[in-house]
């Protein structure tokens, strides 16, 4: 059996994606390789094919229990012997994985980095013949990751203690030219194959929202997503507690993730989440990465997260089945504050030096504000992610929100001059700076008490902008920060004027902003009782295929309940589609289906064929 062989039997695929023949090759020759590939992007295939073909056994480093149970799912659904050694399993389940492990069962098996050290696996490493170490999510080696894991600097002296170092094989999908250098260099990668295939996810469609009213336009957006599966994320606990009350409450089949539950509690929401029996999780970044569910069409982020890396990794848990899916962004200023909150307020890790620890701060502080940059910008969503990860691009994508909306521009030269004025004079009177909400209760001439007793009324810009709304003034202090005209302190949030400043204050420099023209209008959500009568088809599924497609998803849904499996194991909806649009009439052609394995086309190949052939008898006699 040679790749192509096993890509085919293994994964149902006849052809490889970018990048990941060449992975697997430089794995086969005994190279360590790093790749950097977009979630999606099949990362998981590069080391899984070498571990069948390699003699003996693959350990995979993997950070959480959820990545790896899902994957030895899916693997054991394709014929693979797999299994995970973790914390979930019972004593009599952990006692048969090593006694299967040393039998040489497994060609893979994944294990959490705190457990490497463990003295029966490290044992059970030692005497067994390792043909490959693969690192999942890499990037949690470098401080300079979203996703630091002190436990996975211990990588290396694992490495070490083998009696014969195998080939070792990192992959991320969020990983900076920085973050990349710190993989090779703390992972000890020799001589690596570094291969980066790019960031860009073209079936995702990126937008960011700024509504008036959050919970409303969310009802909105989950009403026009109803039969699908999605995720919210919220930046806390309490969101998270009051956006998924409301959404059962209207009838939406929600529930949630976070630290503050019990662990039985968030084990049995994620299992209903997987399963599809409640198809919408609302949760906060606990709910994290690795997770493999193929069928998410939408990630709608409820606050703005922390960092860029954070966000990508986040909504490209959406569409990882190739299908079309909704990357949405619901953006408030308030978003800022609570962001560095959180940042400043987030517990210490004790690993880590008070050095150390500043630095990562600091290094956060800075994500930070080009998360908002992101928030802000009018030009390419899509852009925007990829510069950050140094990806060359068009200048639009033509499939983000801001690509979409046209923009005019508006004079705001006189808001600006107030603005820059009122930051200067309130900085003169008190001695220090202040944040973009102080200045905005000046302008509007605002009477709360703090306002008074710095007697910031006093200054001849109080009151200067009352006929604005806050969030009109809020707008326009943002755009003047975007364009380099203020700066705010990364770590007391004052608000400053650049020497930019002055050409608008007195040299006479015009200052235009964006103003969106043409918008879709946010739809009223409908009530709970109004559901539609059937889910809507994938957004990809070719026209003429829609009710086949909806007729397979009820068949995959019956197998996956008697199973008691995740639905997407059996098969992808992206499989669904192609299985649709093909109408397959035999076990050969049921093969020629992308993602059908032969050992799902043995489970459920007849299945599918004998609803194929109903829906094709129904069709004729409806003609």
Known sequence: MDKLDALKRYFGHSAFRAGQEELIDGILSGRDVLGVMPT???????????????????????????????????LQQGGVAAAFLNSSLSEDALRETYRRSWAGEYKLLYVAPERLFAEGFLKLAQSLELSLVAVDEAHCVSQWGQDFRPSYLKIPAFLRSLPKRPPVAAFTATATGAVRQDVERLLELQKPLTLVTGFDRPNLDFEVLRPRNKGRTLQSLVEQRRGKSGIIYCATRSTVEKVCADLQMMGYPATRYHAGLSEEERRQNQEDFRFD???IMVATNAFGMGIDKSNVSYVIHYNMPKSLEAYYQEAGRAGRDGEKAECILLYSGADVATARFLLENGRENEELSPEEQETVLRRDRIRLETMWGYCTATGCLRGYLLDYFGQ????????????RTEFSWRDMTREAQMILSCIRRVEDRLGY???????????????????????????????????????????????????????RDSEHG???LTK??????????????????QRQPEPKPERASRRREKEPAAQTVIKGTEDLFQTLKRLRYRLA????????????????????????????????????????????????LLAIAEYEENEKGDA
């Open 494 to 496: 004052g608000l400053r």
């Open 40 to 74: 999606g992007g099949g990362k998981s295939v590069c080391y899984q094919i070498p571990a069948l073909l390699l003699p003996g056994i693959t350990v995979v480093v993997s950070p959480l229990i959820s990545l790896m149970k899902d994957q030895v799912m899916a």
């Open 500 to 517: 930019a400043a002055g050409n608008v204050l007195f040299q006479g420099e015009k200052v235009e902003m964006p103003c969106r023209t």
């Open 561 to 608: 309940q008697k199973e008691n499996v995740p639905p997407f194991l059996i098969f992808s909806n992206a499989t669904l589609t192609d299985m649709a649009a093909k109408r397959p009439r035999n076990m050969v052609d049921i093969l020629e289906v992308s993602g059908v394995v032969e050992v799902k086309a043995e489970k459920y190949g007849a299945a599918f």
């Open 433 to 487: 700076q202040v944040g973009a909400g102080l200045i905005t209760e000046t302008l509007k001439g605002g009477k709360t008490q703090r306002l008074l007793n710095l007697r910031l009324d006093e200054l001849s810009t109080y009151g200067l902008m009352r006929e604005r709304s806050g969030q009109e003034i809020q707008d326009c202090i943002l755009f003047l920060m975007e364009k380099g005209y203020v700066q």
């Open 277 to 279: 029996r409640r198809p």
């Open 392 to 403: 060359e691009h068009p200048e639009r994508c033509e499939n983000c929100g801001n690509c």
